[in-house]
């Protein structure tokens, strides 16, 4: 168990007066102890007290040790009535209001409130504890997530050096599984985007057998998973010549880019980062197609808690990590992401990736 975690989260535990807070969401339950798992439909849950006598309960099929998390176990199995359930209320006092986190699947929730029978109000989301305190990255963690952007800087630069010899999309993407490996990272992070031409006016673009053009902008969206950690960066190239209209696209999201990330401090809000970067697009006549919002946090998982967007007025603080990736998509026609990562500091921001941005033009 990591103890500094912990007690960050007794401390707001005690000041939002929840007495008892249940968590299940595994990313949160590896931040806390170190332990990784993926529980599936099965019953896997911390029950976290304000007194700190927590206790974990967990299905037999996960042979995790108490030493491991750092409490006690109460194992249940795929027999017991209610999957356990019982178990789980037998560690809780119903009397009191109780926090659940958002990642709890909804059979578990409902069959805890009817089995405890008591108003809705007698319920609260334990999320908004952990998703705050895990938004704010310890030393530690911003060292292992320049670690894992480093690695992922070089990805791009090996992938892009693969575009001349005109792999479909499909195709980059195993190659690209090989580079990680090779990198020593443990995956990807999210499924990864290799988009040419027009197929990259999709931002959620699934890759095909789509052969690069001369003229295509060639979108890589890429990230892996290094010591728990994920990266993520998106760079845009264009393929033998780029048009005048492309290239305006391409100047303008990279301006863009820069703005935002120029607007990163402390106090500022996430909603005023996202204008920056917005209005310039709208300015240049290009607002209607730039369809997503500017950023989202990143850590243990590649989409955290927490965004860059026109409805986030929440203020920036130091240790924050997120990415900023504006991006214009003409339908049928082209597109440009370009994303980076960056971590708030007491004065402004670091970028954590340092692949040349410059408009590329590959022969």
Same mark, same amino acid.
């Given at each position: 168990?990591?103890?500094?975690?912990?007690?960050?989260?007794?401390?707001?535990?005690?000041?939002?007066?929840?007495?008892?807070?249940?968590?299940?969401?595994?990313?949160?339950?590896?931040?806390?102890?170190?332990?990784?798992?993926?529980?599936?439909?099965?019953?896997?849950?911390?029950?976290?007290?304000?007194?700190?006598?927590?206790?974990?309960?967990?299905?037999?099929?996960?042979?995790?040790? &108490?030493?491991?998390?750092? #409490?006690?176990? $109460? %194992?249940? /199995?795929?027999?017991?009535?209610?999957?356990?359930?019982?178990? +789980? @209320?037998?560690?809780?006092?119903?009397?009191?209001?109780?926090?659940?986190?958002?990642?709890?699947?909804?059979?578990?929730?409902?069959?805890?409130?009817?089995?405890?029978?008591?108003?809705?109000?007698?319920?609260?989301?334990?999320?908004?504890?952990?998703?705050?305190?895990?938004?704010?990255?310890?030393? &530690?963690?911003?060292?292992? #997530?320049?670690? $894992? %952007?480093? /690695?992922?800087?070089?990805?791009?630069?090996?992938?892009?050096? +693969? @575009?001349?010899?005109?792999?479909?999309?499909?195709?980059?993407?195993?190659?690209?599984?090989?580079?990680?490996?090779?990198?020593?990272?443990?995956?990807?992070?999210?499924?990864?985007?290799?988009?040419?031409?027009?197929?990259?006016?999709?931002?959620?673009?699934?890759?095909?057998?789509?052969?690069?053009?001369?003229?295509?902008?060639?979108?890589?969206?890429?990230?892996?998973?290094?010591?728990?950690?994920?990266?993520?960066?998106?760079?845009?190239?264009?393929?033998?010549?780029?048009?005048?209209?492309?290239?305006?696209?391409?100047?303008?999201?990279?301006?863009?880019?820069?703005?935002?990330?120029?607007?990163?401090?402390?106090?500022?809000?996430?909603?005023?980062?996202?204008?920056?970067?917005?209005?310039?697009?709208?300015?240049?006549?290009?607002?209607?197609?730039?369809?997503?919002?500017?950023?989202?946090?990143?850590?243990?998982?590649?989409?955290?808690?927490?965004?860059?967007?026109?409805?986030?007025?929440?203020?920036?603080?130091?240790?924050?990590?997120?990415?900023?990736?504006?991006?214009?998509?003409?339908?049928?026609?082209?597109?440009?992401?370009?994303?980076?990562?960056?971590?708030?500091?007491?004065?402004?921001?670091?970028?954590?990736?340092?692949?040349?941005?410059?408009?590329?033009?590959?022969?």
């Amino acid at each position: 168990m990591n103890n500094i975690r912990m007690n960050k989260i007794l401390v707001e535990m005690k000041v939002r007066k929840l007495p008892q807070l249940l968590v299940s969401d595994p990313a949160t339950i590896y931040y806390l102890t170190g332990v990784s798992v993926d529980p599936g439909e099965r019953l896997l849950t911390l029950v976290l007290k304000e007194n700190g006598e927590h206790v974990a309960v967990i299905n037999r099929l996960f042979p995790i040790a &108490e030493k491991d998390l750092g #409490m006690p176990i $109460v %194992s249940v /199995d795929d027999t017991d009535e209610g999957f356990g359930m019982l178990n +789980l @209320i037998n560690q809780l006092d119903v009397n009191q209001k109780i926090a659940v986190d958002k990642s709890w699947a909804a059979h578990f929730l409902l069959d805890l409130m009817k089995r405890v029978d008591k108003p809705v109000d007698n319920f609260d989301l334990s999320s908004n504890i952990t998703d705050d305190i895990r938004s704010v990255k310890s030393v &530690e963690e911003i060292k292992l #997530m320049k670690d $894992v %952007s480093k /690695d992922n800087d070089e990805a791009v630069n090996r992938l892009q050096a +693969l @575009i001349p010899q005109k792999l479909t999309e499909l195709e980059m993407t195993k190659k690209l599984a090989a580079i990680y490996h090779d990198l020593g990272n443990s995956g990807f992070s999210f499924d990864p985007i290799v988009a040419y031409g027009a197929n990259g006016a999709d931002p959620h673009h699934m890759n095909d057998d789509s052969i690069v053009k001369a003229g295509d902008s060639i979108i890589l969206d890429i990230g892996g998973i290094k010591n728990g950690y994920c990266s993520d960066m998106t760079r845009t190239f264009f393929y033998q010549e780029v048009s005048d209209k492309s290239r305006d696209v391409y100047e303008t999201v990279l301006e863009a880019n820069l703005r935002a990330i120029a607007k990163v401090k402390p106090g500022v809000k996430f909603s005023e980062i996202d204008a920056a970067a917005r209005d310039y697009i709208t300015e240049k006549g290009y607002g209607e197609y730039f369809t997503h919002r500017t950023g989202h946090f990143i850590g243990i998982e590649c989409h955290e808690a927490g965004d860059v967007s026109a409805a986030n007025h929440t203020e920036v603080k130091p240790g924050m990590i997120f990415s900023i990736e504006p991006g214009i998509y003409l339908p049928g026609e082209v597109g440009v992401r370009i994303e980076d990562l960056v971590v708030a500091t007491e004065t402004g921001c670091d970028v954590l990736n340092h692949y040349p941005k410059e408009l590329t033009i590959i022969a």
